[in-house]
């Protein structure tokens, strides 16, 4: 079965610190990547994804993730992070062309300290 | 364009007791979902609606059961609730069920089962 894991379960960041946040998945074939972020009491958004051509993708409020194939990972980063990325961001993976469910991974809990 | 809104935003229920949720998006998508999020398990399928009459389960469907009313709506329904079904439910929506296809997230129901 397909899956997607999250590495870090809850990270602690001072404002201006460098953020990476690791997205493994386990299928082989083609892949549909997202990153998707929820703010306290909120929804989930979109932040950003990858469909095709360019492996870095860039997303709004300055994210941005790469895409490894050899690896599997698709890994969540952000150069300076600030007080309101404090959220909980998921990864997660669609396979193939359709047909076939959006896997999330467990998500990881981001708190950014002043 | 108000996106994808749920009905109710809270509720409790009793072990046993019914109740349905319900769903709508006005941005004319063809494809609905219906998952659940659970601490530590990030967001689990219950059912999806790739298009207008027809629905298909996700990952957990056991308890569950769905109707896609039109285009618009989509109903979660439990119909006897246990104390397992005590999570966040969100519905979510996207153009077509194709797997490069961004899916927008309503604002969650939080259903506590007694």
């Known amino acids: 079965a397909q899956s997607v894991s999250q590495h870090n379960h809850h990270v602690i960041l001072s404002e201006a610190a460098s953020l990476e946040l690791g997205c493994n998945y386990s299928y082989g074939g083609t892949v549909n990547l997202f990153w998707y972020v929820q703010y306290p009491g909120q929804h989930l958004q979109l932040l950003l994804k990858y469909f095709s051509g360019d492996p870095l993708v860039k997303g709004i409020k300055g994210f941005e993730a790469e895409f490894i194939k050899s690896k599997f990972s698709f890994n969540l980063r952000k150069p300076s992070v600030q007080w309101s990325d404090t959220a909980e961001y998921f990864c997660?993976?669609?396979?193939?062309?359709?047909?076939?469910?959006?896997?999330f991974g467990k998500g990881t809990r981001l708190s950014v300290i002043a | 364009n108000a996106g994808v809104t749920q009905t109710p935003k809270f509720q409790v229920l009793k072990t046993g007791q019914s109740m349905t949720l319900q769903c709508a998006q006005d941005?004319?998508?063809?494809?609905m979902y219906w998952y659940r999020q659970d601490p530590g398990m990030g967001l689990r399928l219950i059912y999806y609606s790739a298009s207008e009459g027809t629905t298909d389960k996700g990952e957990v469907p056991n308890g569950y059961n769905v109707s896609r009313l039109n285009k618009r709506e989509f109903s979660l329904r439990l119909e006897s609730a246990a104390p397992s079904q005590t999570s966040v439910y969100f519905c979510?929506?996207?153009?077509?069920?194709?797997?490069?296809?961004?899916?927008?997230f309503g604002p969650g129901t939080r259903l506590t089962v007694l």
């Open positions: 979510a929506s996207s153009e077509r069920d194709r797997a490069a296809d961004t899916q927008y």
């Open positions: 941005m004319n998508h063809n494809s």
């Open positions: 997660a993976v669609r396979r193939g062309s359709g047909n076939t469910p959006l896997v």
